[in-house]
């Protein structure tokens, strides 16, 4: 990709607006008088459109979790040929059966530089997950690294929904209900289904993507806290109906069932003039963040630091939590301020967006932006011995914590590491022994 597309994409992202709100009614129209009124389905849309519903649940879900939006395109989405497979490249799909659940503690350097011309797509590469994806159940964990924009081909994943960290380069992201840009520091979802194309804004991207096989993320409740705080509905942002009028042969990648499947159309599919609904593609910056922590003792579960969660059969279970640890002040008393040692039912996967995390050494071999660990159920896991060493001397005054952005992917199941994770060259070898020096110090004294 040359540098006058990325410009030209920087500039196209630069201008865009978004209607704003997690979960609400949105109406948009790129054209004035393109939406219906009063209907959804009238005998002849507005302006030669077709209706099409997009139903991201089951029409008889409870109206709280329902989730459909209503399209008004140039072409209906059935005018397509056949698919047919194609290769599924380094993504990988659960089940995961090719290796065995692992308690190992595990950690990884970033993706190597990819080939030249590496898009999104094919730059995705699958470090493990859980669940079934014909049972829409469980997660997947997919890193990428990209040098080029997806150039006559759009992608959709009717498996799950994609949440999308980027850890270095801007993405421009062209869906079928309009267009978001994805710096490092946001994070994007597109829902189930919903096609779309990744353009780079810079010359090389880099980062992570849940796959969430499971029911679509929502906001945690808030409970004891009250009305306010973690994440603010308010700042996640739709986009705003945009749409391509393209001739010509596209290539229309959708994920199935585990495997990658494709058809050549004769015409773009982000063709959608007009839509309303409450499904829809977003992004939320994670710096706005609204922490919520302790002002007297003790450090607070990581739960409190979720972003969105994606709800079981059982309250409280997630199927997979997103999680970040954003910037924030320490000012417990008599208080081991970093995470503690604990041993969890859940399986956690961080990664690092940018800076230090606080629990664990950085630089060559250690946690770096990009990289990420796993640490599987009842895996013991928490603070290096430096880290524990220092917090353990430190004078507890009050501390800004604002020098890094990791996050986390937390599940209900263990998450299985594909072959191409185990046997990465960049899996770090020995990552157990952090923890090694961690002394004796019971009958010392101290």
């Not at 099409?52 to 395109?73: D, K, V």
């Not at 498996?159 to 869906?175: A, H, N, S, Y």
Request: aromatic residues 10%; proline residues 8%; contains cysteine.
């Amino acid at each position: 990709m040359s540098g006058t597309d990325n410009e030209q994409a920087r500039k196209t992202a630069e201008g865009l607006v978004h209607s704003s709100g997690f979960g609400n009614e949105h109406s948009t129209e790129a054209v004035p008088g393109a939406l219906p009124h009063g209907r959804n389905s009238p005998q002849r849309a507005p302006l030669g459109l077709y209706a099409e519903q997009l139903s991201g649940s089951a029409f008889t879900e409870p109206r709280h979790s329902n989730q459909r939006s209503w399209l008004y395109r140039i072409r209906p989405s059935a005018a397509h040929p056949p698919f047919t497979r194609i290769d599924n490249g380094h993504l990988r799909s659960a089940p995961f059966t090719e290796t065995v659940p692992d308690p190992n503690r595990l950690r990884w350097d970033p993706l190597p530089e990819p080939a030249p011309g590496t898009d999104f797509l094919a730059g995705l590469w699958t470090l493990g997950g859980n669940g079934d994806v014909t049972q829409r159940a469980g997660m997947a964990v997919h890193l990428y690294a990209a040098n080029a924009s997806m150039t006559d081909r759009v992608f959709s994943d009717a498996d799950g929904e994609l949440l999308i960290v980027p850890q270095r380069g801007g993405l421009l992201l062209r869906t079928e209900l309009g267009l978001l840009r994805a710096e490092p520091g946001h994070v994007a979802l597109i829902p189930r289904g919903v096609r779309f194309r990744v353009e780079l804004l810079d010359a090389e991207a880099r980062g992570y993507v849940c796959e969430n096989y499971g029911r679509p993320f929502v906001l945690p409740d808030l409970g004891p806290i009250g009305a306010n705080g973690l994440a603010n509905a308010r700042d996640f942002l739709a986009p705003v109906a945009a749409f391509e009028d393209v001739e010509g042969p596209v290539q229309v990648i959708n994920k199935f069932c585990g495997n990658l499947w494709s058809a050549t159309y004769g015409h773009s599919p982000l063709d959608v003039v007009a839509w309303h609904g409450n499904l829809t593609p977003y992004v939320y910056d994670l710096r706005r963040f609204n922490v919520i922590g302790t002002i007297s003792y003790d450090h607070p579960d990581p739960s409190i630091f979720t972003v969105l969660t994606s709800p079981s059969d059982t309250p409280g279970l997630a199927g997979v939590d997103f999680v970040v640890f954003a910037p924030r002040w320490l000012v417990g008393e008599d208080t081991f301020r970093p995470p503690y040692f604990h041993r969890n039912v859940m399986s956690e996967y961080m990664g690092l967006i940018e800076g230090a995390y606080d629990a664990k050494t950085a630089g060559k071999g250690g946690f770096v932006p990009g990289g990420g660990s796993l640490h599987n159920m009842m895996s013991a896991h928490g603070p290096d011995r430096d880290t524990f060493d220092k917090a353990s001397a430190a004078e507890l005054r009050p501390q800004k914590v604002d020098d890094g952005l990791a996050f986390m992917f937390e599940t209900r199941w263990p998450v299985t590491a594909t072959e191409q994770a185990r046997t990465a060259g960049h899996l770090q070898k020995g990552y157990d022994e952090v923890w090694q020096g961690l002394e004796r110090h019971w009958g010392s004294g101290a």
